[in-house]
């Protein structure tokens, strides 16, 4: 029973169900990667792309916990959180971090070498997005190019290359994430001027942070209409990134520079609906086409 709530206080500790938010991009790149090349991924490789993003992502979730410990403790939002409270510990933390490199590792040697070869890349930006805050505040944007290895990482996985459609992707989801990871940072603001961390909110303040955020969603949503140039992709693909963009709107209405109280809507539930709506939509239209 123990092991079990151990296992559980981990998951909890990562945010596991957030994982949801690049999953589904994952499978947008394979399916991209499937729809150029003509073939369809087999049931393995689906398998180990799967599993290696689940131990990438929860790596640089666990690494994060730990790196941010101290800083968690001092802050009321985040003062709860399992490290700080004890309900894990460093060691338990760093065991789980080892674990998730090593799955990561593994999956990437079982898709192909290329992805092996790169995947050192991708933990270097996993462990350099915990540390980002303490000296820039372009750490939204290194976030982004975390989780914008998972369509590119799924397209290498099942070409072997890397294509521009993965690319193009990969930038969306960028600009996607840091945008989101904006709005999230505004809750910390004054904690995070008060103890010299530095975010795009702590930089410029409310109003312009916002602005910033419309920017990257707005070019976001221009990098998936340009993904319409991919042989295969045509009005239903195009009618998703609509009802996306409809959404990031709806979002942006809910975070407003005097009313930050939607702002738990706005993360969890709008970005979650984007990244499966916009791929659900590209697997129908891939075969639909």
Same mark, same amino acid.
């Given at each position: 029973?123990?092991?079990?709530?151990?296992?559980?206080?981990?998951?909890? =500790?990562?945010?596991?169900?957030?994982?949801?938010? @690049?999953?589904?991009?994952?499978? =947008?790149?394979?399916?991209?990667?499937?729809?150029?090349?003509?073939?369809?991924?087999?049931?393995?490789?689906?398998?180990?792309?799967?599993?290696?993003?689940?131990?990438?992502?929860?790596?640089?979730?666990?690494?994060?916990?730990?790196?941010?410990? =101290?800083?968690?403790?001092?802050?009321?939002?985040?003062?709860?959180?399992?490290?700080?409270?004890?309900?894990?510990?460093?060691?338990?933390? $760093?065991?789980?971090?080892?674990?998730?490199?090593?799955?990561?590792?593994?999956?990437?040697?079982?898709?192909?070498?290329?992805?092996?070869?790169?995947?050192?890349?991708?933990?270097?930006?996993?462990?350099?997005?915990?540390?980002?805050?303490?000296?820039?505040?372009?750490?939204?944007?290194?976030?982004?190019?975390?989780?914008?290895?998972?369509?590119?990482?799924?397209?290498?996985?099942?070409?072997?290359?890397?294509? $521009?459609?993965?690319?193009?992707?990969?930038?969306?989801?960028?600009?996607?994430? @840091?945008?989101?990871?904006?709005?999230?940072?505004?809750?910390?603001?004054?904690?995070?001027?008060?103890?010299?961390?530095?975010?795009?909110?702590?930089?410029?303040?409310?109003?312009?942070?916002?602005?910033?955020?419309?920017?990257?969603?707005?070019?976001? %949503?221009?990098?998936?209409?340009?993904?319409?140039?991919?042989?295969?992709?045509?009005?239903?693909?195009?009618?998703? %990134?609509?009802?996306?963009?409809?959404?990031?709107?709806?979002?942006?209405?809910?975070?407003?520079?005097?009313?930050?109280?939607?702002?738990?809507? @706005?993360?969890?539930? =709008?970005?979650?609906?984007?990244?499966?709506?916009?791929?659900?939509?590209?697997?129908?239209?891939?075969?639909?086409?």
């Amino acid at each position: 029973m123990l092991f079990f709530e151990k296992i559980h206080a981990l998951m909890s =500790m990562i945010k596991f169900s957030h994982t949801v938010f @690049a999953f589904p991009f994952a499978l =947008m790149g394979a399916t991209l990667a499937s729809l150029v090349s003509g073939t369809t991924p087999t049931t393995m490789q689906i398998i180990w792309i799967c599993l290696a993003m689940v131990g990438a992502r929860s790596a640089a979730m666990a690494l994060n916990r730990i790196v941010d410990a =101290m800083i968690d403790a001092e802050n009321p939002r985040t003062e709860s959180r399992h490290i700080p409270t004890g309900a894990v510990s460093y060691y338990e933390a $760093w065991l789980f971090v080892v674990a998730s490199i090593i799955l990561l590792l593994f999956s990437a040697w079982m898709l192909n070498p290329l992805c092996l070869k790169l995947s050192p890349i991708a933990l270097f930006f996993l462990v350099l997005y915990s540390y980002c805050k303490r000296f820039t505040f372009l750490a939204h944007i290194v976030l982004g190019i975390c989780l914008a290895a998972a369509p590119v990482g799924a397209w290498i996985a099942l070409r072997g290359d890397i294509g $521009w459609p993965a690319i193009i992707l990969g930038l969306a989801v960028l600009f996607w994430v @840091a945008g989101f990871d904006v709005f999230y940072a505004l809750q910390d603001l004054e904690f995070d001027r008060e103890k010299g961390l530095f975010s795009i909110p702590a930089q410029f303040g409310i109003e312009r942070s916002l602005i910033f955020v419309r920017i990257f969603h707005v070019v976001m %949503v221009a990098l998936l209409l340009s993904l319409l140039l991919v042989p295969g992709l045509g009005w239903i693909y195009f009618f998703g %990134v609509v009802i996306v963009a409809g959404l990031l709107v709806y979002e942006h209405k809910l975070v407003m520079p005097d009313d930050l109280s939607g702002l738990d809507a @706005a993360f969890f539930n =709008m970005n979650g609906y984007i990244s499966l709506l916009i791929f659900c939509f590209t697997l129908t239209d891939t075969l639909l086409t």
